[in-house]
Protein backbone atom coordinates (compact mmCIF):
# COMPACT_ATOMS: atom_id res chain seq x y z
CA UNK A 1 0.00 0.00 0.00
CA UNK A 2 1.00 3.62 -0.46
CA UNK A 3 0.42 6.75 1.34
CA UNK A 4 -1.58 8.21 -1.73
CA UNK A 5 -4.49 5.19 -1.12
CA UNK A 6 -7.77 6.69 -1.03
CA UNK A 7 -9.54 6.73 2.05
CA UNK A 8 -12.02 3.45 1.87
CA UNK A 9 -15.71 3.91 1.00
CA UNK A 10 -17.86 5.25 3.36
CA UNK A 11 -20.80 3.48 4.67
CA UNK A 12 -24.17 5.07 5.69
CA UNK A 13 -24.02 5.71 9.85
CA UNK A 14 -26.47 5.92 12.11
CA UNK A 15 -26.23 6.96 15.10
CA UNK A 16 -28.48 7.17 18.51
CA UNK A 17 -28.58 7.58 21.94
CA UNK A 18 -27.88 11.07 24.35
CA UNK A 19 -24.64 12.95 23.99
CA UNK A 20 -23.36 11.12 20.60
CA UNK A 21 -19.51 12.16 20.18
CA UNK A 22 -18.43 13.41 16.98
CA UNK A 23 -17.21 10.91 14.32
CA UNK A 24 -13.34 11.33 13.88
CA UNK A 25 -12.78 11.20 10.09
CA UNK A 26 -8.67 10.09 10.48
CA UNK A 27 -6.60 8.90 12.53
CA UNK A 28 -5.02 12.30 13.24
CA UNK A 29 -8.23 13.51 14.28
CA UNK A 30 -8.52 11.05 16.95
CA UNK A 31 -4.77 11.53 18.08
CA UNK A 32 -5.74 15.43 18.52
CA UNK A 33 -8.70 15.13 20.39
CA UNK A 34 -8.09 11.72 22.55
CA UNK A 35 -4.17 11.90 22.75
CA UNK A 36 -3.70 8.78 21.38
CA UNK A 37 0.00 7.37 22.64
CA UNK A 38 2.71 7.17 19.51
CA UNK A 39 2.98 3.82 20.30
CA UNK A 40 -0.55 3.18 19.53
CA UNK A 41 -0.70 5.40 16.70
CA UNK A 42 3.01 3.41 15.51
CA UNK A 43 1.28 0.38 15.29
CA UNK A 44 -1.75 1.60 13.09
CA UNK A 45 0.51 2.50 10.65
CA UNK A 46 3.06 -0.72 10.49
CA UNK A 47 0.09 -2.40 10.13
CA UNK A 48 -1.00 -0.18 7.40
CA UNK A 49 -4.19 1.21 9.23
CA UNK A 50 -4.31 4.39 7.04
CA UNK A 51 -7.79 5.45 7.66
CA UNK A 52 -10.60 4.71 10.29
CA UNK A 53 -13.79 2.44 8.35
CA UNK A 54 -16.94 3.72 9.45
CA UNK A 55 -17.40 1.74 12.42
CA UNK A 56 -13.92 2.84 13.63
CA UNK A 57 -14.44 6.91 12.78
CA UNK A 58 -18.12 6.73 14.90
CA UNK A 59 -17.55 3.81 17.43
CA UNK A 60 -13.96 4.58 18.44
CA UNK A 61 -14.69 8.29 19.79
CA UNK A 62 -18.00 6.70 21.69
CA UNK A 63 -15.77 4.24 23.57
CA UNK A 64 -12.83 6.27 24.23
CA UNK A 65 -15.50 8.29 25.47
CA UNK A 66 -16.22 5.63 28.12
CA UNK A 67 -19.65 5.18 27.05
CA UNK A 68 -21.69 1.82 26.35
CA UNK A 69 -22.01 0.82 23.00
CA UNK A 70 -24.11 -1.61 20.46
CA UNK A 71 -22.39 -1.47 17.13
CA UNK A 72 -23.94 -3.02 13.90
CA UNK A 73 -21.29 -3.28 10.75
CA UNK A 74 -20.81 -5.54 8.25
CA UNK A 75 -18.57 -8.10 8.30
CA UNK A 76 -15.12 -7.16 7.44
CA UNK A 77 -15.79 -3.59 8.01
CA UNK A 78 -12.68 -3.94 10.75
CA UNK A 79 -14.91 -4.08 13.73
CA UNK A 80 -11.80 -5.55 15.75
CA UNK A 81 -9.93 -2.87 16.19
CA UNK A 82 -12.90 -0.62 16.41
CA UNK A 83 -12.88 -1.97 20.00
CA UNK A 84 -9.35 -3.35 20.48
CA UNK A 85 -7.89 0.66 19.81
CA UNK A 86 -9.90 1.90 22.41
CA UNK A 87 -9.21 -0.92 25.03
CA UNK A 88 -5.38 -0.39 24.93
CA UNK A 89 -6.16 3.18 25.23
CA UNK A 90 -8.05 3.12 27.94
CA UNK A 91 -5.82 0.96 29.97
CA UNK A 92 -2.98 2.98 29.05
CA UNK A 93 -0.37 0.52 30.28
CA UNK A 94 0.23 -2.69 31.88
CA UNK A 95 -0.88 -3.12 35.12
CA UNK A 96 -0.40 -5.58 38.36
CA UNK A 97 -4.01 -6.45 39.91
CA UNK A 98 -5.39 -8.98 37.33
CA UNK A 99 -7.42 -8.63 33.99
CA UNK A 100 -8.89 -5.34 33.38
CA UNK A 101 -10.48 -6.38 30.08
CA UNK A 102 -12.94 -8.96 28.47
CA UNK A 103 -13.29 -9.76 24.88
CA UNK A 104 -15.74 -12.85 24.66
CA UNK A 105 -16.53 -14.25 21.12
CA UNK A 106 -18.63 -17.36 20.27
CA UNK A 107 -15.46 -19.70 18.39
CA UNK A 108 -12.15 -20.37 19.54
CA UNK A 109 -10.98 -19.47 15.97
CA UNK A 110 -12.43 -16.37 16.21
CA UNK A 111 -11.19 -15.47 19.74
CA UNK A 112 -7.57 -16.73 18.35
CA UNK A 113 -8.30 -13.75 15.57
CA UNK A 114 -9.00 -11.63 17.71
CA UNK A 115 -6.12 -12.15 20.10
CA UNK A 116 -3.95 -11.79 17.16
CA UNK A 117 -5.30 -8.20 16.38
CA UNK A 118 -4.90 -7.41 20.14
CA UNK A 119 -1.17 -8.54 19.63
CA UNK A 120 -0.57 -6.49 16.49
CA UNK A 121 -2.09 -3.14 18.43
CA UNK A 122 -0.50 -4.11 21.94
CA UNK A 123 3.51 -4.49 20.04
CA UNK A 124 6.12 -2.49 21.89
CA UNK A 125 4.61 -2.37 25.11
CA UNK A 126 4.49 -5.65 27.52
CA UNK A 127 0.94 -6.05 27.90
CA UNK A 128 0.04 -9.60 28.81
CA UNK A 129 -3.14 -10.52 26.56
CA UNK A 130 -4.06 -13.90 27.10
CA UNK A 131 -6.04 -15.89 24.67
CA UNK A 132 -7.81 -18.51 27.08
CA UNK A 133 -7.61 -22.02 26.45
CA UNK A 134 -6.96 -25.06 28.63
CA UNK A 135 -3.28 -24.35 29.07
CA UNK A 136 -3.67 -21.01 30.03
CA UNK A 137 -6.68 -21.51 32.25
CA UNK A 138 -4.18 -23.61 34.11
CA UNK A 139 -0.74 -21.30 34.51
CA UNK A 140 -3.36 -18.80 35.34
CA UNK A 141 -3.98 -21.12 38.56
CA UNK A 142 -0.52 -19.05 39.60
CA UNK A 143 -1.29 -16.08 41.70
CA UNK A 144 1.56 -14.37 40.07
CA UNK A 145 0.72 -15.33 36.58
CA UNK A 146 -2.68 -14.09 37.13
CA UNK A 147 -1.94 -10.64 38.07
CA UNK A 148 -0.28 -9.75 35.34
CA UNK A 149 -2.66 -10.34 33.00
CA UNK A 150 -4.40 -7.03 31.47
CA UNK A 151 -6.95 -8.64 28.50
CA UNK A 152 -8.46 -11.79 28.51
CA UNK A 153 -10.09 -12.93 25.07
CA UNK A 154 -12.05 -16.00 25.39
CA UNK A 155 -14.76 -18.19 24.65
CA UNK A 156 -17.93 -17.93 26.96
CA UNK A 157 -17.45 -21.30 28.03
CA UNK A 158 -14.09 -21.58 28.87
CA UNK A 159 -14.13 -18.76 30.97
CA UNK A 160 -17.16 -19.73 33.08
CA UNK A 161 -15.03 -23.02 33.75
CA UNK A 162 -12.27 -20.88 35.27
CA UNK A 163 -14.94 -18.76 37.17
CA UNK A 164 -16.94 -21.68 38.47
CA UNK A 165 -13.35 -23.53 39.61
CA UNK A 166 -12.35 -20.35 41.17
CA UNK A 167 -9.27 -20.05 39.44
CA UNK A 168 -10.78 -17.15 38.07
CA UNK A 169 -12.29 -13.94 39.19
CA UNK A 170 -12.93 -11.06 37.23
CA UNK A 171 -13.73 -8.26 40.42
CA UNK A 172 -10.72 -6.11 38.60
CA UNK A 173 -12.42 -5.86 34.89
CA UNK A 174 -13.51 -2.39 33.62
CA UNK A 175 -13.79 -3.15 30.16
CA UNK A 176 -16.23 -5.93 28.38
CA UNK A 177 -16.42 -6.57 24.53
CA UNK A 178 -19.17 -9.26 23.11
CA UNK A 179 -17.94 -10.25 19.52
CA UNK A 180 -20.74 -11.32 17.34
CA UNK A 181 -23.33 -10.48 19.63
CA UNK A 182 -25.87 -11.81 17.71
CA UNK A 183 -24.58 -15.58 18.68
CA UNK A 184 -23.10 -14.56 22.09
CA UNK A 185 -26.38 -13.34 22.84
CA UNK A 186 -28.66 -16.13 21.40
CA UNK A 187 -29.57 -19.14 23.50
CA UNK A 188 -26.30 -21.37 23.48
CA UNK A 189 -24.55 -18.74 25.47
CA UNK A 190 -26.83 -16.06 27.20
CA UNK A 191 -26.57 -18.07 30.17
CA UNK A 192 -23.05 -18.34 30.18
CA UNK A 193 -22.32 -14.48 29.10
CA UNK A 194 -24.91 -13.79 31.84
CA UNK A 195 -22.68 -15.68 34.05
CA UNK A 196 -19.35 -13.33 33.12
CA UNK A 197 -21.23 -10.19 33.09
CA UNK A 198 -22.72 -11.16 36.48
CA UNK A 199 -18.72 -12.10 37.56
CA UNK A 200 -17.70 -8.48 36.28
CA UNK A 201 -18.60 -6.86 39.76
CA UNK A 202 -16.87 -3.67 39.44
CA UNK A 203 -19.43 -0.73 39.56
CA UNK A 204 -18.25 0.87 36.33
CA UNK A 205 -17.97 -1.64 33.05
CA UNK A 206 -17.81 -0.08 30.22
CA UNK A 207 -19.32 -3.12 28.13
CA UNK A 208 -19.82 -2.76 24.38
CA UNK A 209 -21.67 -5.13 21.83
CA UNK A 210 -20.65 -5.42 18.00
CA UNK A 211 -21.85 -7.63 15.55
CA UNK A 212 -22.72 -7.80 11.86
CA UNK A 213 -26.46 -8.58 12.60
CA UNK A 214 -28.59 -7.88 15.86
CA UNK A 215 -31.77 -9.44 15.90
CA UNK A 216 -34.64 -7.81 17.58
CA UNK A 217 -34.23 -10.99 20.79
CA UNK A 218 -30.56 -10.14 21.11
CA UNK A 219 -30.62 -6.45 20.88
CA UNK A 220 -33.33 -6.69 23.75
CA UNK A 221 -31.09 -8.28 25.62
CA UNK A 222 -28.12 -6.16 24.60
CA UNK A 223 -29.47 -2.82 25.51
CA UNK A 224 -30.54 -4.38 29.14
CA UNK A 225 -27.11 -4.98 29.40
CA UNK A 226 -25.68 -1.70 28.66
CA UNK A 227 -26.08 1.54 30.66
CA UNK A 228 -27.70 4.78 28.57
CA UNK A 229 -26.17 3.29 25.26
CA UNK A 230 -25.11 4.50 22.08
CA UNK A 231 -25.89 2.48 19.35
CA UNK A 232 -24.79 2.68 15.91
CA UNK A 233 -25.55 0.95 12.49
CA UNK A 234 -23.58 0.62 9.48
CA UNK A 235 -25.33 0.35 6.60
CA UNK A 236 -24.10 -1.66 3.47
CA UNK A 237 -24.82 1.50 0.98
CA UNK A 238 -22.27 3.84 0.14
CA UNK A 239 -23.01 7.43 0.69
P1 LIG B 1 -15.15 -7.45 11.08
O1 LIG B 1 -14.95 -7.90 12.50
O2 LIG B 1 -16.00 -6.22 10.96
O3 LIG B 1 -15.64 -8.56 10.18
P2 LIG B 1 -12.28 -7.34 11.08
O4 LIG B 1 -12.05 -6.60 12.33
O5 LIG B 1 -12.07 -8.80 11.10
O6 LIG B 1 -13.73 -7.02 10.50
O7 LIG B 1 -11.38 -6.64 9.95
C1 LIG B 1 -11.38 -7.10 8.62
C2 LIG B 1 -10.02 -6.81 7.98
O8 LIG B 1 -9.84 -5.41 7.79
C3 LIG B 1 -8.86 -7.28 8.82
O9 LIG B 1 -7.89 -7.86 7.99
C4 LIG B 1 -8.32 -6.00 9.43
O10 LIG B 1 -6.96 -6.09 9.74
C5 LIG B 1 -8.60 -5.00 8.33
N1 LIG B 1 -8.77 -3.61 8.80
C6 LIG B 1 -9.39 -3.21 9.93
N2 LIG B 1 -9.38 -1.87 10.04
C7 LIG B 1 -8.72 -1.40 8.96
C8 LIG B 1 -8.38 -0.08 8.49
N3 LIG B 1 -8.73 1.00 9.17
N4 LIG B 1 -7.69 0.02 7.34
C9 LIG B 1 -7.34 -1.09 6.64
N5 LIG B 1 -7.63 -2.36 7.01
C10 LIG B 1 -8.33 -2.52 8.15
MG1 LIG C 1 -15.37 -9.51 13.61
Known amino acids: ESSSDPPPPRHRVTAKGSNVPSPADSFGALKERYH ?130 GTLDLNNVRHLVLDEADRMLDAEFLTQVQEIVAACTHPEVQKAVFSATLPAGAEKIAMGMLRDPIRIVVGLKHV
Open 36 to 165: LSSHILSNLSSNGFKHPTGIQSHGIPILLEGRDLAAISPTGTGKTLAYVLPLLHALRAPTPGGARAVILAPTKELAHQIHNECLRMAHGRKWRVVLFSKATAASLKDKNARDKVDVIVSTPLRLVAALQS
